[in-house]
């Protein structure tokens, strides 16, 4: 059966030093390492919290903890784990969210939606995407959409920025590159945010969990 598991949480302020450096004690040393040279807090929460939702994810696929120091990365620097079970993390604003499936390729993107100038944008969209933005209720939030479907085609792809933006159509569900056709899911993670996933087959199984770190609960 393939499957998918979506688990994402929310940050708001920096953890207590002792409840985050157990959490952080539960990664191998290299991603800890990884994790103290980021300088701002935000950007050392969104880090930890990704690796620890990694880490819930793979559990429940049946993976054990010690499976984070399997992971390995293609020509892109994209992270996997083998050829069976697949992955992705995405991190915007004050969100991580983690996909994790079962025989099926995937890609997640989280954006929150903030203030930019449109027009700068208009080059990575096709003619039929930005007249869409234009007649928008609300251009921006349709803006980020278009974005979050993109880069989760692209994440889930793998080949990085080589895959033009442009390359991107979308219609009613699907995304196509070429030939290729991805399956795009899309859900509201909170009104601020646009949030979607790109997978090459369509899962016969979904779910979506939001997780609350805490110091009370450090179980992953």
């Known amino acids: 059966m393939k499957s998918i598991a979506v688990y994402y949480t929310?940050?708001?302020?920096?953890?207590?030093?002792?409840?985050?450096?157990?959490?952080?004690?539960?990664?191998?040393?290299?991603?800890?390492?990884?994790?103290?040279?980021?300088?701002?807090?935000?950007?050392?929460?969104?880090?930890?919290?990704?690796?620890?939702?990694?880490?819930?994810?793979?559990?429940?696929?049946?993976?054990?903890?010690?499976?984070?120091?399997?992971?390995?990365?293609n020509e892109n620097n994209r992270p996997y784990l083998n050829t069976q079970t697949d992955f992705n993390i995405s991190h915007s604003g004050n969100?991580?969210?983690?996909?994790?499936?079962?025989?099926?390729?995937?890609?997640?993107?989280?954006?929150e939606?903030?203030?930019?100038?449109?027009?700068d944008f208009?080059?990575?969209?096709?003619?039929?995407?930005?007249?869409?933005?234009?007649?928008?209720?609300?251009?921006?939030?349709?803006?980020y959409r278009a974005w979050t479907i993109k880069e989760s085609v692209i994440k889930a792809d793998g080949k990085g920025m080589s895959l033009p933006l442009t390359a991107i159509e979308f219609d009613k569900g699907n995304a196509?590159?070429?030939?290729?056709?991805?399956k795009l899911i899309e859900w509201g993670?909170?009104?601020g945010y646009a949030a979607c996933m790109a997978t090459d087959y369509q899962a016969d199984d979904l779910h979506i969990e939001y997780y609350r770190?805490?110091?009370?609960?450090?179980?992953?």
């Not at 096709?126 to 803006?143: M, V």
């Not at 770190?213 to 992953?220: E, G, I, P, S, T």
């Open 10 to 73: 929310g940050f708001f302020q920096m953890l207590p030093a002792d409840c985050y450096n157990r959490y952080l004690q539960q990664l191998p040393v290299q991603m800890q390492e990884k994790n103290n040279r980021f300088v701002r807090w935000q950007d050392k929460m969104a880090d930890l919290l990704g690796k620890m939702l990694l880490l819930k994810a793979l559990r429940s696929f049946g993976y054990q903890a010690q499976s984070l120091q399997c992971l390995q990365f």
């Open 95 to 111: 969100y991580v969210a983690c996909a994790i499936t079962n025989g099926i390729r995937v890609g997640i993107d989280i954006e």
């Open 113 to 119: 939606i903030r203030p930019v100038q449109l027009y």
């Open 122 to 143: 208009k080059h990575v969209m096709t003619t039929s995407q930005w007249h869409s933005i234009a007649i928008a209720e609300d251009p921006l939030r349709e803006f």
């Open 176 to 182: 196509y590159v070429g030939s290729l056709t991805w």
């Open 189 to 191: 993670i909170d009104p």
């Open 213 to 220: 770190y805490a110091c009370h609960k450090l179980d992953v």
